[in-house]
T-cell receptor, first 113, second 114 residues
């Protein structure tokens, strides 16, 4: 059981470039989430999904897109990267909703210069 | 809206010292409450939870009691170890209207020295 996996671990982007952060889970969880973590600011929810084919915006969705074509995978797409998107990104999953334990991946550290 | 206020860090203790990290919340109704821990270079993991008033969550020697009267969920440990050095987050779920999210406190960095 790998749990929640994320790739890449680190990435440096130039302003205006695009990239996709990959996230996969092997626990057959229905719910998946993308967070960003900025220093001293806790975690902010970017997007979430309650099942394959269903996604919705969180607190800070601007500049990002997601898709959920399978239960296992929940990629996060950054279009036209900006310095404000420099952050650590965490993917998480849970079997039931937000009152259930969330399992986090190891994170992707992204720098936009 | 719902919110979590967590004790600012950093907190530095010697091994075997007593730990308290304060957490208070504002919420509609009586949601579950969580403490998550983030060890250096890792993602968050659930440390403990409580689902209703007066519940006590406990794990790895840590405890927290859900206090409805004081809207608090303070984290305590009687004797910390170097391996407890991490960032601790208090969290509560919001599910009203379009607010479907886990609201986190800003985190408290704990360093335990030998």
């Amino acid at each position: 059981n790998a749990g929640v996996t994320q790739t890449p671990k680190f990435r440096i982007l130039k302003i205006g470039q695009s990239m996709t952060l990959q996230c996969a889970q092997d626990m057959n969880h229905n719910y998946m989430y993308w967070y960003r973590q900025d220093p001293g600011m806790g975690l902010k929810l970017i997007y979430y999904s309650v099942g394959a084919g269903i996604t919705d915006k969180g607190e800070v969705p601007n500049g990002y897109n997601v898709s959920r074509s399978t239960t296992e995978d929940f990629p996060l797409r950054l279009e036209l990267a900006a310095p404000s998107q420099t952050s650590v990104y965490f993917c998480a999953s849970s079997y039931e909703g937000i009152a259930d334990e969330q399992y986090f991946g190891p994170g992707t550290r992204l720098t936009v210069t | 809206g719902d919110s979590v206020t967590q004790m600012e860090g950093p907190v530095t203790l010697s091994e075997e010292a007593f730990l308290t990290i304060n957490c208070t919340y504002t919420a509609t109704g009586y949601p579950s409450l969580f403490w998550y821990v983030q060890y250096p270079g890792e993602g968050l993991q659930l440390l403990l939870k409580a689902t209703k008033a007066d519940d006590k969550g406990s794990n790895k020697g840590f405890e927290a009691t859900y206090r409805k009267e004081t809207t608090s969920f303070h984290l305590e440990k009687g004797s910390v170890q170097v391996s407890d050095s991490a960032v601790y987050f208090c969290a509560l779920p919001n599910s009203g209207g379009s607010n479907y999210k886990l609201t986190f406190g800003k985190g408290t960095l704990l360093t335990v020295n030998p």
